[in-house]
């Protein structure tokens, strides 16, 4: 499961830089998502969730992110699942995510810029989640509208559990581990 969670995840990134160039106009990358955004997200490590991103010069980008955040606990008893417990609370993540590249896609009449995030994150509901993640972070640019952007992050995180454990479905006990790492988010950049 690792190794092809990994393996996916790189081939995504490979792909990415090596999709060819669209270009039938000129553009430069820093007139796409400079300066600061606001925005929205979505899944990540909550469930709705309100982004911050600081462009270097439509660059680099430092990504701050606060979402609300739930877990359901229950057991499994053959194909049934009954919930126990049902826990809100609040995730944080900070990123830094390093440009690889943009292109153009004439057939969408959109720039792409292509990004490798690292992320810290802290997740607090019945307990202190603390972790990290490695991700893949493509935006989309229309052409005419470079101060508007739709994001998608896919990557691999690690949670671990600070100061206590987590019982799974089957009475298993868990104290961290990896996991596939999604966001959807919107910007408005000014």
């Not at 991103?53 to 699942?81: C, H, M, P, W, Y």
């Not at 202190?128 to 739709?150: D, L, Q, V």
Request: proline share 2%.
């Amino acid at each position: 499961m690792k190794r092809t969670t990994f393996s996916v995840f790189l081939v995504c990134i490979f792909f990415t830089i090596s999709i060819g160039q669209d270009q039938d106009f000129s553009f430069e990358p820093k007139e796409y998502g400079a300066g600061n955004s606001i925005g929205l997200s979505l899944i990540g490590n909550g469930v709705i969730g309100f982004t911050m991103k600081f462009a270097n010069e439509g660059k680099n980008q430092i990504d701050l992110t606060a979402s609300l955040s739930n877990r359901v606990e229950g057991i499994q008893n053959g194909n049934d699942f009954e919930v126990v417990n049902v826990y809100y609370g609040v995730a944080f993540s900070g990123a830094y995510n390093f440009f690889m590249g943009s292109n153009y896609k004439r057939r969408k009449d959109k720039v792409i810029k292509n990004y490798l995030g690292l992320k810290a994150l802290l997740v607090s509901r019945n307990s202190i989640e603390t972790g990290f993640a490695i991700n893949w972070h493509r935006e989309a640019f229309r052409r005419n509208e470079n101060k508007y952007s739709r994001g998608l992050d896919l990557g691999i995180q690690y949670l671990g559990v600070f100061g206590g454990e987590i019982i799974g479905p089957t009475g298993e006990i868990f104290n961290g581990g990896p996991n596939i790492y999604i966001r959807v988010d919107w910007n408005w950049f000014r």
